[in-house]
Every structure is written in C-alpha cells, then in structure tokens.
C-alpha cells in the first residue's frame, strides 16, 4: 500500500553530518509509523529511530541518541533523518520502513525501502 525510495547516502568524514530522505507514495502515508534500520555487512539489521503517525511521539537507540533527529512531513510524503557527529560505526545501508505502530522490531514493519549507503571514514 505504500511504496518507499531512500536517498542522501554518501561518505563522509567522522564528526560530518548528512540527512537522508525516504520519498513515499500512497495516499494513506500519513496513517503510517515509520522507521530507520541500519544494516553493517555480516551483522543483522538494527533499529535506529521511529516516528509515529502525527510526528509528535519519537524513538531513538541509545548508540543514536542526541546525535540523530527523525522527522517527517506528511504533506510532502516523505521521512527525514538527520546524522550529526557521525561515527565509523555509523557505517551500514539505512533502510526506511512503514508499519502500523511505533516499535524498534523489524519484524513489525510491512513495508520497506531499497536502502542508502552511509559510509563514515576516521
């Protein structure tokens, strides 16, 4: 019922920022939570932020916490994340996802984006 395109990946130096972007399609984008996963090659997808319907109830990991902002505008169907103070660690494909609650499990969400890759140098 929704369909979802990530951009905005790129490398950058640690301590540099970037924002990355998840462009939806569907007229009930707005009825969904969403979310940012990351995935680091050889390790399973890990939960970074979520957001719920209306963009007033937020969730971030405690690795991401203070250094990353989720955010959305449902008027423009698309999911923001902005990374500042990036780290090595940081490094992995970002998958944006839509589901029907606020929740850190992947397994929750129904749809997913192809990913972007973020790639932090020390």
């Known amino acids: 019922q929704v369909q979802l395109v990530e951009s905005g990946g790129g490398l950058v130096q640690a301590g540099g920022s970037l924002r990355l972007s998840c462009a939806a399609s569907?007229?009930?984008?707005?009825?969904?939570?969403m979310g940012w996963f990351r995935q680091a090659p050889g390790k399973e997808r890990e939960f970074v932020a979520t957001?719920?319907?209306?963009?007033?109830?937020?969730y971030y990991a405690d690795s991401v916490k203070g250094r990353f902002a989720i955010s959305r505008d449902n008027a423009k169907n698309t999911m923001y994340l902005q990374m500042n103070s990036l780290q090595p660690e940081d490094t992995a494909l970002y998958y944006c996802?839509?589901?029907?609650?606020?929740?850190?499990?992947?397994?929750?969400?129904?749809?997913w984006g192809q990913g972007t890759q973020v790639t932090v140098s020390s």
């Open positions: 996802a839509a589901g029907g609650r606020v929740t850190s499990s992947h397994r929750e969400y129904n749809y």
């Open positions: 569907g007229r009930t984008f707005s009825t969904y939570a």
């Open positions: 957001i719920n319907w209306s963009g007033g109830t937020r």
